[in-house]
T-cell receptor, first 118, second 113 residues
C-alpha cells in the first residue's frame, strides 16, 4: 500500500513551453502533497505544500506564477512549469501524506519526473 | 531552506563492513526520518524516530537521536552491495508547519563487493 505515482517520468520540451506533471496517490487519500526539486548530486529542495481544495503554500524564493500547483482532489496534485527555461531542467519529486497518518506525518514519495528543457 | 547537514558527503566501504552516516539540524523537531534514494529514482522511507526517542532499530538499520546536540546517526550493519545509494535525513518540524520535511544534503554510500 501507500503508492504514489508521477506522470510523466521523463519529459523533454522546448524553451518557452509549459509542462504539467501529475502526482497521484494510488491507494490512499492525501490531503497534503508536497513538491520538491532536486538538482544532480544535490538534496531535495521543498518547493511548495499543496493542500486539497486550497491554495498551495510556496517556499521562499519559489515563483508561484512560474510553478502552478493544483490539488483538485484527494488523490491528485499537478505541478505546471510555465514558460520553461533550461535552468528549470531538474528532477521533480512529489510526496503525499495520507489522511489517516496526519498525526504521524508519514510521507510517501513518487518516483520523480525528469524535466529537460532545451 | 535546508536545515540538515550530513556527513560524510560520500562514503565508500567494503561489503560486510558497517556504514555510519551523521545528520545535524538547526531547529526543534517533531521527528527525524531517514530516506534512501537510488540513482535517478524516488525516495524510500527507511525509519522515523520521534523527538522523545533516543534509539530505534529496523533490521540492519540503527538510528540514534540526540536532541540536545540536534544530531542523528544512521548505522547500516553488515552492508551489502545493494545498499549502494544516497541516504538523506529529513526533519519534520512542529505540527503547525504542515508536516513538511526539510532534507539534509545527503550521504552517497558506495558498498564494494
Amino acid at each position: 500500500g501507500a503508492v504514489v505515482s508521477q506522470h510523466p517520468s521523463r519529459v523533454i520540451c522546448k524553451s518557452g513551453t509549459s509542462v504539467k506533471i501529475e502526482c497521484r496517490s494510488l491507494d490512499f487519500q492525501a490531503t497534503t502533497m508536497f513538491w520538491y526539486r532536486q538538482f544532480p548530486k544535490q538534496s531535495l529542495m521543498l518547493m511548495a505544500t499543496s493542500n486539497e481544495g486550497s491554495k498551495a503554500t510556496y517556499e521562499q524564493g519559489v515563483e508561484k506564477d512560474k510553478f502552478l500547483i493544483n490539488h483538485a482532489s484527494l488523490t491528485l496534485s499537478t505541478l505546471t512549469v510555465t514558460s520553461a527555461h533550461p535552468e528549470d531542467s531538474s528532477f521533480y519529486i512529489c510526496s503525499a501524506r495520507p489522511y489517516r497518518d496526519r498525526d504521524t506525518e508519514t510521507q510517501y514519495f513518487g518516483p520523480g519526473t525528469r524535466l529537460l528543457v532545451l | 531552506s535546508q536545515q540538515g547537514e550530513e556527513d560524510p558527503q560520500a562514503l565508500s566501504i567494503q561489503e560486510g563492513e558497517n556504514a555510519t552516516m551523521n545528520c545535524s539540524y538547526k531547529t526543534s523537531i517533531n521527528n527525524l526520518q531517514w530516506y534512501r534514494q537510488n540513482s535517478g529514482r524516488g525516495l524510500v522511507h527507511l525509519i522515523l524516530i520521534r523527538s522523545n526517542e533516543r534509539e530505534k532499530h529496523s533490521g540492519r538499520l540503527r538510528v540514534t537521536l540526540d536532541t540536545s546536540k540536534k544530531s542523528s546517526s544512521l548505522l547500516i550493519t553488515a552492508s551489502r552491495a545493494a545498499d549502494t545509494a544516497s541516504y538523506f535525513c529529513a526533519t519534520s518540524m512542529i505540527y503547525n508547519q504542515g508536516g513538511k520535511l526539510i532534507f539534509g544534503q545527503g550521504t552517497e554510500l558506495s558498498v564494494k563487493p
